[in-house]
């Protein structure tokens, strides 16, 4: 290798690097089997220093075997896992949990009841010397806003309360990543925002990693700095709230995060038109005729009382502050449309149905979102063969 050739490998940046700082979380090709069914397949994934990232998908998709395999709970079938840098999970090399600079919270929270919140906190820190183990319980009590409770029992608790307990107790140590597998679904629907708030708040104050497993679309969107969604062991999309909403890389990812109706499109010229008429220009596809499906989101999609219209409001949902209204197009086919909280269109009303200006739908082929026409999707090319 010449000098130059070598400094260039040498900067050459590392799927698992960000700017020097080690990723603290990387699984590069990780599958776990249990027999023979799949828990996660070829997984893929780095999770930078100090992003909160959201794990998302059905049940049985893999999330909490992603963060049993991350904590050391299970051992790959194959792959490398690295915490911080440090391989802790390869063909040879296993760390055990204890060593791996990892948190943990559970759902159950899993307190220790005959212990107080203070001797809870403090379990995890028994390599560090009493004075210290003090301090840092004290530290880590004072920043999920615990002190006054520091002599109390799990029992004494509300859920809300237990929840930052769990959540002290893992970040006490110090982790490189704090992995929250569904930890806020035993609370109730009251308390579930604010213990959300706090733990968000937390875990950013701490600069810790951290990685929330949810099933709550919501939740995952308005949490992570990144939101990964998964599907039968593999990730779908990985990628920031907005583009994840915005531009979903597959049929599954539009429908499963947040309501999507599809329907049968084409783009001719650059111009995207279904059922419902001209649905916007896709520019860049001045060549183009391709069949596609549109992806429409029911905030996109207009109504207008129009008796001239055959699209007919079928069914319609008060939702308190939005209105859900469901149309029934020529073709038997339904769309969905917010409408605000004053707007209710009865069952049986004629609607003109249009798209809201400015938005840019996705469009699939087959279950995957095209950002650019398909190879043999141009009139030009078309033309040009010679007629058969
Ligand atoms: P999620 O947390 O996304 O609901 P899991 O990671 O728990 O999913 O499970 C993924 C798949 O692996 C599921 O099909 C599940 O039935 C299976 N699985 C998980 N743990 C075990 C186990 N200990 N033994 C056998 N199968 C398991
Ligand atoms: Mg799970």
Redesign the pocket.
């Known amino acids: 290798m010449t000098i130059r050739a070598s400094i260039r490998a040498h900067r050459a940046p590392r799927p698992d690097h960000d700017g020097g700082a080690p990723a603290a979380l990387v699984f590069e090709g990780v599958t ?1 089997h ?2 023979s ?4 397949e070829s997984l893929d994934l780095a999770i930078p220093a100090g992003e909160l990232v959201t794990l998302i ?12 395999l991350a904590a050391g709970l299970e051992r790959p079938n194959a792959g490398t896992i690295r915490v911080a840098g440090d391989v802790v999970a390869d063909r040879r090399r296993f760390v055990y949990p204890e060593q791996r600079r990892v948190g943990l919270v559970f759902q159950d929270y899993a307190l220790f009841p005959h212990m107080t919140v203070a001797g809870n906190v403090e379990f995890g820190l028994d390599r560090l010397g009493r004075g210290e183990r003090r301090a840092r319980t004290g530290e880590v009590l004072d920043l999920v806003r615990l002190s006054h409770l520091a002599d109390r029992y799990p029992h004494e608790l509300s859920g809300g309360e237990q929840q930052r307990v769990a959540l002290a107790r893992a970040l006490a140590p110090r982790p490189a990543v704090v992995l929250l ?1 569904e930890p806020f679904s035993s609370l109730d629907e009251s308390l579930r925002a604010q213990v959300r708030r706090d733990t968000v708040a937390t875990l950013k104050e701490a600069g810790t990693t951290g990685v929330l ?1 949810t ?1 709550d679309q919501t939740e995952a969107l308005s949490v992570g700095t990144r939101v990964v969604v ?1 599907r039968g ?1 593999v990730i779908e999309q990985a990628d920031t709230p907005e583009k994840v909403f915005e531009q979903p890389a597959t049929r599954f990812v539009a429908s499963f995060m947040g309501d999507a109706d599809f329907l049968p499109a084409k783009v001719h010229r650059a111009l995207l038109t279904c059922e419902i008429g001209v649905v916007s220009t896709v520019p860049g596809w001045a060549d183009a005729d391709v069949d596609v499906d549109v992806v429409l989101r029911p905030h996109e999609v207009a109504l207008l009382p129009d008796p001239a219209s055959s699209a007919r409001v079928s069914a319609v949902e008060y939702h308190g502050a939005f209105v859900l209204h469901y149309v029934t197009l020529a073709s038997g086919r339904t769309l969905r449309s917010w409408q605000p909280h004053s707007v209710r269109h009865p069952v049986g009303t004629p609607v003109a149905v249009t798209v809201a200006p400015g938005t840019t739908p996705t469009l699939l082929l087959g279950d995957k979102a095209i950002t650019s026409p398909p190879p043999g999707s141009s009139l030009k090319q078309r033309s040009s063969e010679p007629a058969a």
């Open positions: 776990k249990y027999g069914a799949v828990g996660v998908g059905p049940s049985g998709c893999g999330k909490s075997t992603t963060l049993r597998d497993v099933h998964m062991g």
